[in-house]
């Protein structure tokens, strides 16, 4: 999740740095990416009340073209009614979204979902990220 990076406060810094950080952690992700042999699975973390945006679809064009696996975990799913929420997956997996396996929904704010997906990258990793393993 580097959209969160942090920029410098002052315009001409945000300006020219941020574009030159921008580039720079691209690079570093590009290669880590592409040459990580054990890397075995992306968790593609996506605001629910958004959906996936312009540049999450190119994330997962781009990851599927590396052959990567990827899992897509809906977050601030708080911020969504819970009645809403069945609804709202199936608009999202009927637009096309790429993920091994159903998108996790989870909530960092009361914590809902974050056991499912810590269950689920334990069984995906064959044991690893189980009950207890310092993954929390």
Not at 73 to 81: E, G, L
Not at 84 to 93: G, K, M, P, S
Request: aromatic share 6%.
């Amino acid at each position: 999740d580097l959209h969160s990076f942090p920029t410098r406060r002052s315009s001409d810094l945000r300006t020219s740095r941020s574009k030159t950080e921008r580039n720079e952690w691209s690079r570093l992700v590009a290669a880590y990416v592409e040459r990580r042999r054990t890397l075995r699975l992306v968790c593609h973390l996506v605001d629910f009340r958004h959906g996936l945006l312009g540049n999450d679809r190119a994330l997962q064009e781009w990851l599927n073209e590396c052959g990567r696996t990827m899992l897509v975990v809906f977050t601030k799913a708080d911020k969504i009614s819970r009645g809403r929420h069945r609804a709202l997956l199936q608009e999202y997996v009927r637009g096309g979204l790429i993920s091994v396996d159903v998108p996790v929904i989870t909530s960092g704010e009361n914590r809902s979902g974050i056991e499912d997906l810590r269950n689920f990258i334990g069984r995906f990793l064959g044991g690893a990220g189980t009950e207890g393993d310092g993954l929390r």
